[in-house]
């Protein structure tokens, strides 16, 4: 295309003088046409040939592919955490081999008959052939250390780790689980929020797995929230921040309603690292922020103080 980039200034004075730069780098070039999503950025970008390396969106060292898998997907240069599938997540954390998954061919309806650009039959189908499971979170018992949990862990990459029902009644159940068998329960958040696709049936599964909580926790067993890049609205409104523990992952985004929504409401400025793990860590809303890698380890320490076993720390 014969793109005219000549600037088109007759009377040259001084004030018109153009500094003989090169034209603007690329950042503004399509901003206008690529609208940010949640979440973006934070998988892993393959520009690089061959997918041996991965290019950290966030201090732009190249990262051998190898070496990524081998730091759970953390940047080894900046700590950038790379956003991991359920199933990863479940293998880094519990002892091998200890997993049983409950619920793993509960399917979602599509009860409104939902279409917007495509059907929501149509998505479903699409996503469920990509990740090979069912649905956007995978529920069920295994190991961490010594301790039997009952662990949920939600999958981004599944329409957005987004809380339809059958999200909602697997993490429900998988509650239920923890409070029948006198368990922990966990559950590793990452999700943009309520599944529109299903209107009023996805937004009861607020209610309906605090309830769970409630429960649980009045048979006075613990519940740890873990929360990962990113969780927001109707999960972060409803079991999420409910923990008797809430953890969240370095720089993960955490919020009710994305900060382009509150700042047209309130018309204000809105402060640095707004909803980011950090600044609810420094308001209380946040008990901790756990490193990918040192996770596991925090998990079994804090099972270990929440079950009361923890002989070895008396008198700390
Ligand atoms: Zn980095």
Not at 32 to 59: Q, V
Not at 143 to 154: L, W
Not at 222 to 241: E, F, K
Request: proline content about 5%; some cysteine; aromatic content about 6%.
């Amino acid at each position: 295309m014969g793109n005219q980039r000549s600037v088109t200034h007759k009377v040259p004075d001084v004030d018109s003088v153009q500094p003989a730069v090169t034209p603007p780098p690329a950042s503004s070039e399509t901003s206008f046409l690529k609208k940010p999503k949640i979440g973006e950025g934070r998988g892993r970008k393959r520009e690089i040939p061959e997918g041996l390396w991965t290019k950290c969106p966030s201090c732009s060292e190249l990262l051998y592919d190898k070496e990524l898998e081998n730091t759970f997907e953390v940047c080894q240069k900046c700590g950038h955490h790379f956003s991991i599938d359920a199933r990863e997540r479940l293998d880094a954390l519990l002892e091998p081999g200890s997993f049983t998954e409950m619920d793993a061919n509960m399917t979602s309806v599509d009860i409104l008959k939902f279409t917007g650009v495509a059907t929501y039959t149509s998505k479903l189908a699409a996503h469920q052939k990509r990740t090979g499971r069912k649905d956007a979170v995978i529920s069920g018992l295994g190991k961490i250390g010594t301790h039997e949990v009952s662990i949920a862990v939600m999958d981004f990459s599944f329409l957005g780790g987004s809380m339809g029902s059958v999200v909602g009644e697997k993490i429900t159940r998988s509650i239920e689980a923890a409070t029948r068998m006198r368990l922990p329960a966990i559950v590793i958040s990452a999700s943009g929020g309520a599944r529109m696709y299903e209107g009023l049936f996805s937004l009861m599964q607020m209610a309906k797995t605090c309830a769970a909580l409630a429960y649980h926790a009045q048979q006075k067993l613990p519940y740890i929230s873990v929360l990962t890049h990113p969780t927001t609205a109707g999960v972060m409104a409803s079991y999420a921040s409910v923990g008797d523990l809430i953890v969240a992952e370095p720089g993960a985004m955490i919020g009710f309603a994305g900060p382009r929504v509150i700042k047209d409401t309130t018309q204000a400025e809105l402060p640095p690292g707004f909803q980011t793990a950090e600044f609810l860590m420094d308001r209380g809303l946040i008990d901790a922020i756990v490193p990918r890698g040192e996770m596991k380890a925090q998990l079994i320490n804090f099972l270990e103080f929440l079950s009361g076993t923890a002989g070895a720390r008396k008198g700390d």
